[in-house]
């Protein structure tokens, strides 16, 4: 009789690992579809990450190109009223010559 005794403690361990078997199977399946979980939750974070960004980075080139063209206004208004008064102070200083130029040859300056 020891025979089946033999054979039930075998058909047992048999039995045993089996159930490992299956539970390390669903273990595994279980730890495959949390990393894949956790992975798309990572990817949607950085789309969301990405998507900030590039509207942050917008927002700041928008706001350097206007304050560009705000700044590059006001030069050129600083160098249109500059040669404004050059061109006045040419004027001027022609008009000032011409008096001198009039009274040095004038009657009354000899």
């Known amino acids: ?4 005794d033999t054979n039930r403690t075998i058909a047992d361990a048999i039995d045993r690992v089996l159930e490992a078997e299956h539970a ?3 273990a595994i399946a279980a730890a495959k579809a949390s990393a894949r979980a956790a992975l798309e939750a990572a990817r949607e974070e950085r789309r969301r990450i990405l998507e ?3 509207a942050r980075i917008t927002r700041l ?8 063209a705000t700044r590059l206004a006001q030069l ?5 009223a500059a040669t404004r008064g050059a061109d006045s102070s040419h004027e001027l200083t ?8 009039a009274r040095l040859t004038s009657e ?3």
Request: proline residues 6%.
């Open 1 to 4: 009789m020891p025979v089946p």
């Open 24 to 26: 390390a199977a669903a």
């Open 52 to 54: 900030r960004s590039r």
């Open 61 to 68: 080139h928008e706001r350097a190109a206007s304050q560009l």
């Open 76 to 80: 050129d208004q600083s160098v249109a």
């Open 94 to 101: 022609d008009e000032v010559i011409a008096i001198v130029a």
């Open 108 to 110: 009354e300056s000899s």
